[in-house]
Structures are given as C-alpha cells and as structure tokens.
C-alpha cells in the first residue's frame, strides 16, 4: 500500500462527547478550551444530540493542522472523563473517519452511514 502524504491534510476537527449526565462538565471544559485554545482552535455549536456521523451530543473543535501537538496536547492532559474523537481533514470524510481517526478516552462507533450519503 502506498504511503499517504501528510502534507494533504488541510486541518483537524476534535469532537468532544457528552450527554445529559455530563453535559456540565463538557460545558465546562468548553470554556476553558475558550480561554486556555482561544488562538488556536474554532469553537462550534454546542449539539444535545446526536449529529452527523456522532453517535452522542457533541461539540467541534476545528484547527490547523500546525495547531495539532499543542491542541491534541492540551486534550490529551485536559479531558477528563468526556471523550473525544479527533480525525484529519483531507477531502475524504469516510477514510478521514474511519480509517485516520484517533480516540482521547473511550471509542464509539460511528454512523459511517450519514457519511456515505
């Protein structure tokens, strides 16, 4: 299999994972991500349900790809017990999900499905 270029990733997106029993403490982390990331990342819309390919409600963390170690760095020291999913962007949504993806705390498994559409 030929190797893939790093260089064709545009950017990143992390989705932080949560639910009504740790909605608080997804909020919470969201605004320290606001305070401690705010150079680094965009924040987006915070989702009490599931959306896209995210099988939980979910929040997008969207950055450059020069941004990764310090922002990948932050989530990995800073997450706590709430999730997070973190793919490349490179034009190719399903390999980008499914094959290139990297999990902070537990996996889920995604509806690749909506996706596929």
């Known amino acids: 299999m030929p190797s893939r270029d790093p260089s064709s ?20 982390l969201r605004e320290l991500i606001g305070v401690d990331l705010a150079e680094r990342v ?5 989702h009490e349900k599931p959306v896209g390919p995210h099988p939980m409600w979910s929040y997008q963390l969207a950055f450059g790809a020069g941004e990764f170690a310090q922002v990948v760095g932050w989530l ?10 973190i793919h ?11 094959d290139s993806a990297l999990w902070l705390g537990k996996s889920h498994t995604l509806d690749l499905n ?3 559409a």
């Open 88 to 98: 490349p962007n490179t034009g190719d949504e399903l390999r980008d999900h499914r």
């Open 76 to 85: 990995t020291l800073n997450h706590g017990a709430l999730d997070v999913f």
């Open 42 to 46: 965009q924040i987006g819309r915070f």
């Open 114 to 116: 909506a996706l596929q």
């Open 9 to 28: 990733i545009a950017d990143w997106h992390a989705h932080v994972y949560f639910d009504a029993a740790t909605r608080d403490t997804a909020w919470a």
